[in-house]
Structure formats: C-alpha cells, structure tokens
C-alpha cells in the first residue's frame, strides 16, 4: 500500500511538472501585430483590426505590437527593410508594466514599392517578423 502511495505521487509530481513546462513553453512575449497605415493603440482595436495584404507606396506605415508578460522599460529593436536594404532602425522602451502597445512607425518616404520586412527583436533574437507588399499609388 505504501509503495502504490509513493508511485501515485511520484505520477502527480511529474505530471505537475510537465504541465508546468508545456505552459512556459508556449509563453510568447508577442500577443498580436499588425503592420498597416493605421495605428492601433488598444488591445482590443488591435485584435480586431485585419493584417492588410499590402500596402501603399509613399504613405507612412505603423507596426502596432502587442505585448505581455513583458516589465517596464524592457528595450525592443524594430528593423525595416525595403527589397532586403535596412531603411530604420527603431529602438523602443515599453511604456508601462507586463502588457501594452508599442508602436513603432516608418516615415512615408522611406516607403517605397517591393517587399517590405519588419522585424521585432531583444537582444538579438528575432521574435516577429512580417514581410508585404508594398504597392505604387
């Protein structure tokens, strides 16, 4: 009797853990982003709004980024490249505690047709990364 108590513990114990493991793994520090014309400073217009399949040469673009479990202050790296050429660099701070927007935004000049790349990164490691089109008017 004793050993079948020890066992079933030593079941619980590992399945706690594994659990546990399963659910920090699936932990991302990006919830929802969209590159588009439009700024999107709430959560809840953010998860709503649709990720346009392209966009418009010459017009300013925005990466509205939603992020969690994230402190305050954590520094974020945005990379724009049109045709593979970096065009902005664009270093940000979270503005508040665990959860918020970060927008990061390219000027409409540095908007030009062919393929645009956004990227999202801390210290080095690439956590999103988008690619459109970007069209002439």
């Known amino acids: 009797m004793k050993t079948i108590k020890i066992v079933t513990f030593l079941i619980a114990l590992i399945t706690v853990f594994a ?3 399963v659910g920090f793994g699936e932990s991302d520090t990006v919830s929802k982003y969209i590159i ?3 700024k999107y400073t709430e959560k809840a ?3 709503n709004a649709a990720q346009p399949e392209q966009l418009t040469a010459g017009k300013d673009a925005y990466a509205s980024v939603y ?4 402190p305050k202050g954590m520094e974020y ?8 050429n970096e065009v902005k660099t664009d270093t940000q701070k979270m503005p508040t505690d665990k959860r918020g ?3 990061f935004s390219l000027e409409g000049d540095k908007v030009s047709a062919g393929t645009l790349k956004f990227q999202v990164s801390y210290e ?10 970007v069209v002439q008017e």
Do not use: Q
Not at 67 to 70: A, D, H, Q, T, Y
């Open 67 to 70: 992020f969690v479990e994230s």
């Open 36 to 38: 588009s014309d439009h």
């Open 45 to 47: 217009d953010l998860e």
């Open 77 to 84: 790296t945005a990379i724009w490249f049109i045709d593979g």
């Open 101 to 103: 927007v970060i927008i």
């Open 124 to 133: 080095g490691d690439i956590m999103v990364s988008k690619e459109l089109t």
């Open 19 to 21: 659990l546990a493991l």
